[in-house]
Structure formats: C-alpha cells, structure tokens
T-cell receptor
Framework: AQSVTQLGSHVSVSEGALVLLRCNYS??????LFWYVQYPNQGLQLLLK??????LVKGINGFEAEFKKSETSFHLTKPSAHMSDAAEYFC????????????FGSGTQLTVLP | EAGVAQSPRYKIIEKRQSVAFWCNPI?????LYWYQQILGQGPKLLIQ????????DSQLPKDRFSAERLKGVDSTLKIQPAKLEDSAVYLC??????????????FGQGTRLTVV
C-alpha cells in the first residue's frame, strides 16, 4: 500500500521568496516519487521525479526536491518564486520497478503575491 | 511529438444520462490510464491498460463505468447512467511499457464533466 500526504492545501508566498511545498509518503516498497503541476483547465505536467538515483532531484522551471528516507519526505522547493509559478502542485508515489500507477496527494494550491 | 489528446474538453449532462470520453495516447505508448479528479482532490486511478488488456480496474465502479481500448491505441471511457457525484475532470495519461527506471506518465488536458 502506498499514500502521500501534502501538508497545506494552500500556500502563499511573495514574488522572489522561497517556495516550500511539503510531501510525506508511505510505501511498503521502495518508492518512485513525483511532483506534478497543474495550471487552470490544463492537464498535469511533470516537474521532477525520484527513481532511486540521486536523492536531490532537479526539475523544470527551477524546482528541486530532496528525497529523505529517514523522514519519508519529498518536499518541493524553489529559491525564488515567480508569478508564473501560481498553480496547483501534486505529489505522487508509485511502487518502483512495476507499472506506473500513481497515487496522488490532495494537492497544494500555490499563490504568488506581487 | 504530439501529446495525449482527449475529447470533448467539456460536457454537461443530466443525471441518469450516458456519456463517453475519448483518449488518443502518445504514439508508441503501450500503457494507458484513466484518472478521475474530483474538485479539490488529487487524481484517482480508475483503470489501467497495457496494450489492449486491463491491468487494474479495481477502483472502477463497474456498475456504471466501462472502458475499452480496442487495438491497443485509442480508448473510450463510458458512464451509464451518470450520477451527480460523477462530476469531475477525467484525465487520460499514457506511458511507455513499465520497467525498471520509472517511466513518465504524460497527461492529457482532461474532460470536465458536469452532471446536473
């Protein structure tokens, strides 16, 4: 069984400030972890993924995430928020080495204030 | 490379009516998924196909939902009869065959269904 918990359904940051979106996972097998972004009326776009290689993963648009097994966390960060980062972000987990079924968290809506 | 195509983008129907959604995955992608995303929630897997066979449909409400993927390419998802709680965005995704390394799932723009 696997699940993800995203802490904070809404996060607001000022433009230029640090973005930190939290994700904790639960998995009975070594997981693959993903962050997706969803803009209004759009599908999901992959930001980055962890597949048991480097624990610090760099993604698109300046985002990165660090896999911490001891904390069962995979938090998403960006040093400086941009207005275009405003969107909903989903953390997801899938069991490694098998079909790519994704179990999603409930999402975090990021608002960037001018 | 063309992305995952879905149609229609929006659909409004009355409860107890039927509706069908269509998905064309990325060329060469053997795995196809249908997800249901209720407002304010993350997407939930309904069904997964590998080529034209069903891998997992454990969360598909089979009394009213059905899906097929004839010829292992396009797929349709049908709801009959629809209920108010079926109002959601239905997302189709595709990926290459599963294997070690974590292949990425690519998502379409979704079909927003409103049941009134």
């Amino acid at each position: 069984a696997q699940s993800v918990t995203q802490l904070g359904s809404h996060v607001s940051v000022s433009e230029g400030a640090l973005v930190l979106l939290r994700c904790n996972y639960s998995s009975s097998v070594p997981p693959y972890l993903f962050w997706y972004v969803q803009y209004p009326n759009q599908g999901l776009q992959l930001l980055l993924k962890y597949t048991s290689a480097a624990t610090l993963v760099k993604g698109i648009n300046g985002f990165e995430a660090e896999f911490k097994k001891s904390e069962t966390s995979f938090h998403l960060t960006k040093p400086s928020a941009h207005m275009s980062d405003a969107a909903e972000y989903f953390c997801a987990v899938s069991p490694s080495g098998s079909a790519r079924q994704l179990t999603f968290g409930s999402g975090t809506q990021l608002t960037v204030l001018p | 490379e063309a992305g995952v195509a879905q149609s229609p983008r929006y659909k409004i129907i009355e409860k107890r009516q039927s509706v069908a959604f269509w998905c064309n995955p990325i060329s060469g992608h053997a795995t196809l998924y249908w997800y249901q995303q209720i407002l304010g929630q993350g997407p939930k897997l309904l069904i997964q196909f590998q080529n034209n066979g069903v891998v997992d449909d454990s969360q598909l409400p089979k009394d009213r939902f059905s899906a097929e993927r004839l010829k292992g390419v396009d797929s349709t998802l049908k709801i009959q009869p629809a209920k108010l709680e079926d109002s959601a965005v239905y997302l189709c995704a595709s990926s290459r065959s599963p294997g070690v390394g974590g292949t990425e799932a690519f998502f379409g723009q979704g079909t927003r269904l409103t049941v009134v």
